[in-house]
């Protein structure tokens, strides 16, 4: 004799997709932390060129401010070599902040790796339950 095989039951079949997607969310949560992790890192890099623009704006500033302008007070007035120093060490420290908020501000923050697997998994979803 040949024993057919039982159907699984619609409320079987419903709990079986409710396992599965339960699953799948909880996939696409991590995804989603672990891709938000990474740009946050990229962004703490990035601040990092800002504070180091800014230290290095303000180290410049002390050191050579003083010995540029003694040398310079011999052929310009005091006034005049401390102006085109300071001018000159104030344009090099907002370069390096200019290149920091650049970067940040061309940071793609998006999670773009989870949106397109969220689509897939909608669409998934979908041929699931039609």
Same mark, same amino acid.
């Given at each position: 004799?040949? /024993?057919? &095989?039982?159907?699984?039951?619609?409320?079987?079949?419903?709990? $079986?997709?409710?396992?599965?997607?339960? #699953?799948?969310?909880?996939?696409?949560?991590?995804?989603? =932390? =672990?891709?938000?992790?990474? &740009? =946050?890192? /990229?962004?703490? &890099? $990035?601040?990092?060129?800002? #504070?180091?623009?800014?230290?290095? #704006?303000?180290?410049?500033?002390?050191?050579?401010?003083?010995?540029?302008?003694?040398?310079?007070?011999?052929?310009?007035?005091?006034?005049?070599?401390?102006?085109?120093?300071?001018?000159?060490?104030?344009?090099?420290?907002?370069?390096?902040? &200019?290149?920091?908020?650049?970067?940040?501000?061309?940071? $793609?923050?998006?999670?773009? /790796?989870?949106?397109?697997?969220?689509?897939? $998994?909608? #669409?998934?979803?979908?041929? /699931? =339950?039609?």
């Amino acid at each position: 004799m040949h /024993q057919r &095989k039982e159907e699984p039951s619609l409320g079987d079949l419903f709990a $079986d997709l409710s396992r599965e997607m339960t #699953a799948l969310v909880r996939e696409e949560v991590h995804l989603a =932390t =672990t891709e938000i992790s990474q &740009k =946050t890192s /990229q962004v703490g &890099k $990035d601040v990092a060129f800002l #504070a180091a623009g800014g230290a290095v #704006a303000y180290a410049g500033f002390l050191a050579v401010i003083g010995a540029i302008i003694i040398l310079l007070a011999a052929i310009l007035p005091w006034w005049l070599s401390a102006l085109l120093v300071g001018l000159v060490v104030a344009g090099a420290g907002y370069m390096l902040v &200019k290149t920091g908020l650049d970067d940040i501000k061309n940071r $793609d923050l998006t999670p773009r /790796q989870t949106i397109r697997t969220l689509k897939e $998994d909608v #669409a998934w979803a979908k041929h /699931q =339950t039609s």
